[in-house]
Nanobody, 119 residues
Framework: QVELVESGGGLVQPGGSLRLSCAASGSIRGINTMGWYRQAPGKERESVARITRGRSTNYADSVKGRFTISRDDTKKTVYLQMNSLKHEDTAVYYC?????????????WGQGTLVTVSS
């Protein structure tokens, strides 16, 4: 069974930085796309950043220039470096991974880690 475990969330002041990590465990034939999503109170889950197997990246307009996604396939881990954090970045951040199954791609989600931006 494949599982994702996020870490690195917490309380940070506006303008500060945090680095989220998400490590996969279990038998994985190969990783396709990894990404980060977030859900703020009272809002729908939204895509924050995604990175493909070829290292192409995509960011939400609201985080461009502030957040950086990266991955280390040898560690089965994806990272999200978050700089210049704003109040509106407060949310539960979820890691997502699409990986290769025997005959089709499979998807798994992490349990989420809370990021609170507050003075």
């Amino acid at each position: 069974q494949v599982e994702l475990v996020e870490s690195g969330g917490g309380l940070v002041q506006p303008g500060g930085s945090l680095r989220l990590s998400c490590a996969a465990s279990g038998s994985i034939r190969g990783i396709n796309t990894m990404g980060w999503y977030r859900q703020a109170p009272g809002k729908e889950r939204e895509s924050v950043a995604r990175i493909t197997r070829g290292r192409s990246t995509n960011y939400a307009d609201s985080v461009k220039g502030r957040f950086t996604i990266s991955r280390d396939d040898t560690k089965k881990t994806v990272y999200l470096q978050m700089n210049s954090l704003k109040h509106e970045d407060t949310a539960v951040y979820y890691c997502n991974m699409i990986y290769y199954g025997v005959d089709r791609d499979l998807e798994v989600w992490g349990q989420g880690t809370l990021v609170t931006v507050s003075s």
